[in-house]
DNA sequence: CGAATGACAGATTTCAATATCTGTCATTCG
DNA sequence: CGAATGACAGATATTGAAATCTGTCATTCG
């Protein structure tokens, strides 16, 4: 952190996910980022109007990982709708459960977050759901899925899945029975789905 | 409330749900409990052994109160089970929302009991996966629903359609896109469960 | 001149003293 | 005699004064 470098709003960023790991979100002031930067707070103003956006940057960057690694498998052509829509759903399910798991304090972190940053949220889950949209719609293009709307279908998907991926249940993945209704839950859907 | 009548169990509940109601349940103690009848915290311990144990009564009370209403129409084997299913997941959306939306306040504190009492919750699905099992297992003998094992289909269509039952969801059940969404997941797990 | 500072007002949080609560039990009451 | 009480110890919650934080802006620095 030589405070030598120009203060950017992409250091800024990176000193707050710091400062959000140790202290947690409750603690996470926007002084102890400019201590961590070695700058004065005023400055962190400078690059952020006012601390919610602050804390709103740094869900959004955090979101947005999940959304990228997953548009892999939304966007795989070449398999087949049905595969591609349980490996979307399982990849989901798998990423959460080791972002929990692996750091639950962090994990918890960013769920208090994104408590706070509803918008961010919800353009995220727009994102999501776009993807499963796309998965959806070759389906139908591709005659093994029936759907009137698959806008509306992969809303329904995935909100019908929310268990799976919503942090309010994380509490849960750990239990023996998660795979179990996982995989139920996923079957029931895509039996709903198909032509 | 008068003082005169013996104390019992039952007085006792009605008090707590009173005081809960006023106070909250964050605010809400045993000594206020005790105030609202008149005795000495002491008599409401000779029915209670602890605090939480009082709760629990009372939640598990209000947790009742849902079952029962829609035991009803789980039950009622003169209907074809594709519409009683249908009415069922209806009945449970509509009488949480309603709840919630009449008295937000009371649904709140319900809420964070429900919270505290995970094992009487636990007891509560049980109990209304269990309604939704028989619907299943009718379905399946009158060969219009298809299912291994109605059980598990019970309840990953109980966990599936959790959005609109679960209080953690509460806020978003205004919201217009609610019956729209409601609607979309029945229909979708509709489809999944007939032969 | 634009980037960074730090003093400032008002809002929020922390902390320690104080008050209240939980759960027990020896005693009282009817 | 069984039901109810209230004093008590330890745990928890409330309160208000002091500390810290947020967001602004006139001033300084390079």
Redesign the pocket.
Known sequence: MA?TE??TAERILQATEEVLRRHGP?????????RAL??????V???F??????REAVTKRWLDRTSEALDGIAGDGSRDPETRLRDWLAALFTAKRRKAGDDPELFATYSVLAGEQVGAVAEHIDELTEQVTRIVADGVAAGVFHSEDPAVSARAVFQATGRFHDPAYAGEWDRGEADADFAAAVDLLLRGLRA
């Open positions: 405070a120009t203060l409750a603690k996470a002031t926007v002084v102890d980022v400019a070695g700058v004065s707070h005023g400055s103003y400078r690059h109007r006012t601390k919610a956006a602050l």
